[in-house]
């Protein structure tokens, strides 16, 4: 079992940053896939971004070049840097995890960005 906690969410300015963490409760080093994805009010939930235990990366079309995702192995916690952040990335960010052929998810933190 893995539970993962967000943090690092708020309210930002557009055009502001946000580092998100999501720390797990066992060791990252065996579990190979982690990603963030995020759910705006009245639209599906969307990835955002994946990393690999390898640190192959991969990124949702609207983050342009916007966002990087990191893990530290050594710390059990998977980044997510935010830039040039807009008011349509509002939304709850969550991270998730795949352990032992499990889905695990954590309970999300909230992203406000005003215009």
């Known amino acids: 079992q893995v539970q993962l906690v967000e943090s690092g969410g708020g309210l930002v300015q557009a055009g502001g940053s946000l580092r998100l963490s999501c720390a797990a409760s066992r060791s990252i080093f065996s579990i190979n896939n982690m990603d963030w994805y995020r759910q705006a009010p009245g639209k599906q939930r969307e990835l955002v971004a994946g990393?690999?235990?390898?640190?192959?990366?991969n990124y949702g079309d609207f983050v342009k070049g916007r966002f990087t995702i990191s893990r530290d192995n050594a710390k059990n916690t998977v980044y997510l840097q935010m830039n040039s952040l807009k008011p349509e990335d509002t939304a709850v960010y969550y991270c998730n995890a795949v352990y032992r052929d499990f889905l695990y998810w954590g309970q999300g933190t909230q992203v406000t960005v005003s215009s």
């Open positions: 990393i690999t235990s390898g640190g192959m990366t």
